[in-house]
């Protein structure tokens, strides 16, 4: 089992940055994919950006160029740096981790992280 902790949000200016923090406890070592998706009350969750255990990386458009995700694999945590950061980026931000274990996947979310870009 996986339980993801995260930390680094909360609330800044149209233009601002922000550093989002994930990281992994419990059986930690079959993670393959770290990541980090947002949803706004009332939408669907959507990926913001991932990176696999081999430092492939998948970003959303609207993020592309604003956004950085790294991923330390020895203590299994994901950053994301967030850059220009706009209004509409304003959601509930959530850590996720796919495990393979025994041939088997799972899906794991952290509790979530606010965070709020004021014009």
């Known amino acids: 089992q996986v339980q993801l902790v995260e930390s680094g949000g909360g609330l800044v200016q149209a233009g601002g940055s922000l550093t989002l923090s994930c990281a992994a406890s419990?059986?930690?070592?079959?993670?393959?994919?770290m990541g980090w998706y947002r949803q706004v009350t009332g939408n669907a969750r959507e990926l913001v950006a991932t990176?696999?255990?081999?430092?492939?990386?998948d970003y959303a458009d609207f993020v592309k160029g604003r956004f950085t995700i790294s991923r330390d694999n020895a203590k299994v945590t994901v950053v994301l740096h967030m850059n220009s950061l706009e209004p509409e980026d304003t959601a509930v931000y959530y850590c996720?981790?796919?495990?393979?274990?025994?041939?088997?996947?799972?899906?794991?979310w952290g509790q979530g992280t606010q965070v709020t870009v004021s014009s």
């Open positions: 996720n981790a796919l495990e393979s274990y025994y041939n088997r996947r799972y899906n794991y």
């Open positions: 419990g059986r930690r070592f079959s993670i393959t994919t």
């Open positions: 990176v696999s255990s081999g430092g492939d990386t």
